[in-house]
């Protein structure tokens, strides 16, 4: 990876995400106590029932949000990309990680530590404005994810759910690298399902699917399918 400035990270976090609608002194106020981190694959950013240390902006990569299931292993919720903020609800309510954190692939992230959070919204209350702000930001994706799981259609399921990776994770070329296991657990099902799923799109031209990748084609008529009634 590429070493990044701090400058040049906040200029890729205001572009989108919880950062864009933000006042530019509030952002040079959050600025001013965050750090540039390089990620290596499968790092543990953020452990789940861990204390907090600090919240993260997503800058380029990935990361994996997981929870834990009533049987002790983990499950993947949510794999967001660059504009994304994750840590704040622990930091804030001073409570151990609901969800652990680990980076996907090689990720650089912007890292502002707890106390320096804390103090900084000690001297300047008003921030907790913006932070509820990406409160319901969490809450309106979490609620979008769970429309999108509760689909009964299978297929419809997996197109309505890549066109929000695509949303949020495309690359340049277009490509969105996903593997195809980690998507079916993201969607609850089974990976013969999802296969059978992707298979279905791909012959009508929707999307074309590569190795641990997939790129879509026609978003507007994958768009249009996903919606429609059964």
Avoid at 64 to 92: I, N
Wanted: glycine share 6%.
């Amino acid at each position: 990876m590429h070493k990044v400035s701090l400058e040049s990270a906040f200029e890729v976090l205001s572009s989108r995400g919880w950062l864009a609608d933000m006042a530019l002194e509030d952002r040079d106020l959050l600025m001013s106590i965050a750090s540039v981190r390089c990620v290596p694959a499968e790092k543990r950013i953020f452990e789940i029932d861990g204390e907090p240390q600090g919240m993260i902006g997503v800058v380029s990569g990935s990361v994996r949000l997981a929870m834990k299931r009533p049987s002790g292993d983990e499950y993947v919720l949510f794999r967001p990309g660059t504009g994304f903020w994750v840590g704040h609800y622990a930091v804030l309510g001073n409570a151990p990680h609901l969800l652990s954190c680990t980076s996907a692939e090689p990720t650089v992230i912007a890292w502002l530590p707890k106390q320096s959070l804390v103090r900084l919204l000690e001297d300047k209350p008003d921030l907790f404005n913006e932070f509820s702000r990406l409160t319901y930001r969490h809450m309106r994706n979490v609620l979008d994810l769970i429309a999108r799981i509760t689909l009964k259609d299978s297929v419809k399921r997996v197109a309505s759910r890549l066109l929000a990776e695509d949303s949020g994770r495309r690359s340049p070329d277009g490509w969105i690298r996903l593997p195809q296991p980690e998507l079916a657990e993201m969607l609850s099902m089974s990976l013969p399902t999802l296969q059978r799923a992707m298979g279905k799109l791909a012959a009508e031209d929707l999307v074309e699917v590569g190795y641990g990748r997939v790129r879509l084609l026609d978003r507007k008529a994958l768009k249009e399918f996903s919606t429609a009634p059964n």
